[in-house]
């Protein structure tokens, strides 16, 4: 499984950023995905997962109602749209994908380092005041 993320840059407070992340090696659609970041000097954190068909989606506490999680099975790709940046949004952020396909985006949220075995190498987003 390869988990290729993209999207990131540099943007102002307030702006928006959409990133995707195509995953390959897989059927796709049979698996929630999640995405995580990791800012310097802290350890990763969740952020956002989505169930296998996009009916169920959780967020963090931190971006809920500025981020929306979402995913195009045609295409392989989860996206997650960033609005309303804060500067603690900066770090870099990677998409993730489960090995079992009776992993939750619950399981996804909770309990990430037990159930998520695939890693992209993800992309930076810097956020600036």
């Known amino acids: 499984v390869q988990l290729q993320a993209s999207g990131g840059g540099l943007v102002q407070a307030g702006g928006s950023l959409r990133l995707s992340c195509a995953a390959s090696?897989?059927?796709?659609?049979?698996?929630?995905m999640g995405w995580f970041r990791q800012a310097p000097g802290k350890e990763r954190e969740f952020v956002s997962a989505i169930s296998w068909s996009g009916g169920s989606t959780v967020y963090a506490d931190s971006v809920k109602g500025r981020f929306t999680i979402s995913r195009d099975n045609a295409k392989n790709t989860v996206y997650l749209q960033m609005n309303s940046l804060k500067p603690e949004d900066t770090a870099v952020y990677y998409c993730?994908?489960?090995?079992?396909?009776?992993?939750?985006?619950?399981?996804?949220?909770?309990?990430?380092?037990?159930?998520?075995?695939?890693w992209g190498k993800g992309t930076q987003v810097t956020v600036s005041s």
């Open positions: 993730a994908a489960p090995g079992r396909l009776d992993v939750s985006t619950f399981n996804i949220e909770t309990m990430y380092q037990k159930v998520i075995d695939y």
């Open positions: 090696g897989r059927t796709f659609s049979n698996y929630a």
